[in-house]
C-alpha cells in the first residue's frame, strides 16, 4: 500500500502533491527547493548556501519516511546555471560520500519553481 510522507522539518507542498511516497520498499521524494521550513523563506544568499538548504530538506524527508540519505539510489538536480556545476558539486559531496553516494543526473533548465537556482528530488530505499 502506498505511503504518504510529510514532515513539518521541510518545506510543505505548494501544490496537490506530497513531500514523499513510498511503495515496496522504495521512496519517491518531490522536487525540494531552497525553502527554511522554519521561516518559509527562501534561502538565496549564494548556491552553497541554497544547496546546503535543499539537501537538509531531503534529508529530512527521507528520515521521516525512515529512510536516509545513505539509502538515496537516484538522485535528479536540476539548475538554472551549468557554470555552477563546481560548487554545487562540492557542497552535494557533503552530503553524499562516495561510498554511498547514489546515481545521479544534472540538468540545466530555463527556469525553477519561485525562480530558484537548483531543485533536487530522490529515490531511495526504505
Known amino acids: ?3 504518504l510522507i510529510n514532515t513539518p522539518n521541510a518545506p510543505l507542498p505548494i501544490g496537490p502533491y506530497n ?3 513510498s511503495l515496496n520498499g522504495l521512496m519517491f ?4 527547493i ?5 521561516t518559509n523563506d527562501l534561502v538565496l544568499d549564494n548556491i552553497e548556501a541554497e544547496t546546503h538548504q535543499v539537501l537538509r530538506n531531503l534529508k529530512a524527508i527521507l528520515e521521516a519516511g525512515g529512510s536516509s540519505l545513505e539509502k538515496v539510489l537516484k538522485a535528479t538536480v536540476f539548475v538554472k546555471d551549468m557554470n555552477l556545476f563546481g560548487r554545487i558539486n562540492a557542497v552535494y559531496g557533503e552530503y553524499f560520500k562516495p561510498e554511498f553516494a547514489p546515481a545521479r543526473e544534472l540538468v540545466q533548465v530555463s527556469e525553477l519553481p519561485k525562480f530558484v537556482n537548483i531543485e533536487i528530488s530522490v529515490i531511495a530505499g526504505v
Open 34 to 38: 531552497a525553502i527554511d521550513p522554519a
Open 29 to 32: 521524494v518531490s522536487g525540494q
Open 19 to 21: 513531500q514523499a511516497t
Open 1 to 3: 500500500m502506498k505511503q
